[in-house]
């Protein structure tokens, strides 16, 4: 549960949060309503019409307010198209920029659509931040494709850690899989050296872990070394996603409740589904933002959670395409995730996490 309490100053004709501490949910509620009222006076003294609410302030959510910076298709579920309904459904508002928008996912024979450059994206938030709408609890990156655009949203991190400095920064560092790299390898630097510092939780899969660490992972223990390299640079939240060690799917997760300290270390054995789907990975991110705010103390809980929606939801989405009558084998498959919607409220939780000692 998102947790802050903010002091406030005057800067220029508006007021800005100066310092943030843990409390409860009410409180968060009664100063960020107490915020919004100050703002509201203050605006309405000086302006003849009175302007919309701050609804982050006036309405702020009790779970949080996440700032995704995704990918958008039209048709299909990846990116934020994969990512904001789940986020919603478990409580949270959410603001989503899309960083492409396409007419489908790049898997299909040929898409079209648009690319949104790193001045684009600061247009945007320079809207927000002229109606004091940049109030976030969360921030949530996925696939992005250019060196400038992941330098302009390195920016957007620093400026809203400006407003909040409780700001949650969960990335999702997309750059290949299975060996391959799916952009440029200049990216693979930046990731490194300036974006790990400044996550509060890193979802990569196996293949990322090793291009951010330089450790090749062939074992179990290998993937909790390379967590632990991933704590001394940053995040103290990492899930390796996936990892594939003598045949078996694991997810890997990691702690490190304060610098310095040893982390608490998990695993999952996940079941494979014989199957190839899109937006799985966009989903699991999203879910473990989702349930890791919940319990912000227990992250293998979060990912016993994440993870049995995501294994609730593609077994739902095989029993569809199969009674359809569709060879499940012959392509990637689109999730049906609004048929969904009860695995992601509330998911069974059959696959259980395993601490490390």
Same mark, same amino acid.
């Given at each position: 549960?998102?947790?802050?309490?903010?002091?406030?100053?005057?800067?220029?004709?508006?007021?800005?949060?100066?310092?943030?501490?843990?409390?409860?949910? +009410?409180?968060?509620?009664?100063?960020?309503?107490?915020?919004?009222?100050?703002?509201?006076?203050?605006?309405?003294?000086? =302006?003849?019409?009175?302007?919309?609410?701050?609804?982050?302030?006036?309405? !702020?959510?009790?779970?949080?307010?996440?700032?995704? @910076?995704?990918?958008?298709?039209?048709?299909?579920?990846?990116?934020?198209k994969?990512?904001?309904?789940?986020?919603?459904?478990?409580?949270?508002?959410?603001?989503?920029?899309?960083?492409?928008?396409?007419?489908?996912?790049? /898997?299909?024979?040929?898409? %079209?659509?648009?690319?949104?450059?790193?001045?684009?994206? =600061?247009?945007?938030?320079? /809207?927000?931040?002229?109606?004091n709408?940049?109030?976030?609890?969360?921030?949530?990156?996925?696939?992005?494709?250019?060196? +400038?655009?992941?330098?302009? @949203?390195?920016?957007v991190?620093?400026?809203?850690?400006?407003?909040?400095p409780?700001?949650?920064?969960?990335?999702d560092?997309?750059?290949?899989?299975? /060996?391959?790299?799916y952009?440029?390898?200049?990216?693979?630097?930046?990731?490194?050296? %300036?974006?790990?510092?400044?996550?509060?939780?890193?979802? !990569?899969?196996?293949?990322?872990?090793?291009?951010?660490?330089?450790?090749?992972?062939?074992?179990?223990?290998?993937?909790?070394?390379?967590?632990?390299?991933?704590?001394?640079?940053? !995040?103290?939240?990492?899930?390796?996603?996936?990892?594939?060690?003598?045949?078996?799917l694991?997810?890997?997760?990691?702690?490190?409740?304060?610098?310095?300290?040893?982390?608490?270390?998990? %695993?999952?054995e996940?079941?494979?589904?014989?199957?190839?789907?899109t937006g799985?990975?966009?989903?699991?991110?999203?879910?473990?933002?989702?349930?890791?705010?919940?319990?912000?103390?227990?992250?293998?809980?979060?990912?016993?959670?994440?993870?049995?929606?995501?294994? /609730?939801?593609?077994?739902?989405?095989?029993?569809d395409?199969?009674?359809?009558?569709?060879?499940?084998?012959?392509?990637?498959?689109?999730?049906?995730?609004?048929? +969904?919607?009860?695995e992601?409220?509330?998911?069974?939780?059959?696959?259980?996490?395993?601490?490390? +000692?």
């Amino acid at each position: 549960m998102v947790k802050l309490k903010h002091k406030l100053i005057f800067k220029g004709q508006h007021l800005m949060p100066f310092s943030l501490k843990t409390t409860t949910t +009410s409180s968060l509620r009664r100063s960020q309503t107490h915020y919004f009222n100050l703002n509201r006076n203050l605006r309405s003294r000086n =302006w003849r019409m009175t302007t919309p609410p701050v609804l982050s302030l006036a309405l !702020p959510s009790d779970t949080g307010r996440v700032l995704s @910076i995704q990918s958008h298709t039209v048709q299909g579920y990846v990116g934020n198209k994969s990512a904001v309904f789940p986020l919603q459904l478990l409580g949270y508002d959410v603001d989503p920029i899309n960083s492409v928008q396409f007419s489908n996912h790049t /898997g299909y024979p040929t898409f %079209k659509g648009q690319v949104l450059n790193g001045e684009q994206l =600061w247009d945007l938030i320079e /809207g927000l931040e002229a109606n004091n709408l940049l109030f976030y609890t969360h921030v949530l990156t996925g696939y992005i494709g250019s060196v +400038s655009f992941l330098d302009t @949203i390195l920016k957007v991190i620093n400026k809203l850690r400006s407003i909040n400095p409780n700001l949650t920064y969960v990335c999702d560092p997309v750059m290949g899989d299975e /060996g391959k790299l799916y952009v440029p390898e200049e990216l693979v630097h930046v990731y490194r050296e %300036k974006v790990v510092p400044l996550a509060s939780m890193l979802t !990569p899969n196996q293949f990322e872990a090793e291009k951010l660490t330089g450790l090749r992972i062939n074992s179990e223990e290998d993937g909790r070394e390379a967590c632990a390299i991933l704590h001394a640079a940053g !995040p103290s939240k990492v899930v390796i996603t996936s990892i594939i060690i003598g045949g078996i799917l694991l997810l890997i997760g990691s702690h490190q409740k304060e610098k310095g300290l040893k982390p608490e270390q998990f %695993k999952i054995e996940i079941h494979k589904i014989p199957a190839y789907f899109t937006g799985t990975g966009d989903l699991m991110t999203a879910l473990l933002l989702g349930w890791s705010n919940k319990y912000p103390e227990n992250l293998d809980k979060a990912a016993e959670l994440a993870v049995s929606t995501l294994q /609730g939801l593609l077994r739902r989405t095989l029993d569809d395409y199969k009674q359809a009558g569709y060879d499940p084998s012959s392509s990637s498959l689109e999730i049906r995730l609004i048929q +969904s919607q009860d695995e992601i409220r509330s998911p069974k939780v059959e696959l259980k996490a395993e601490r490390y +000692s």
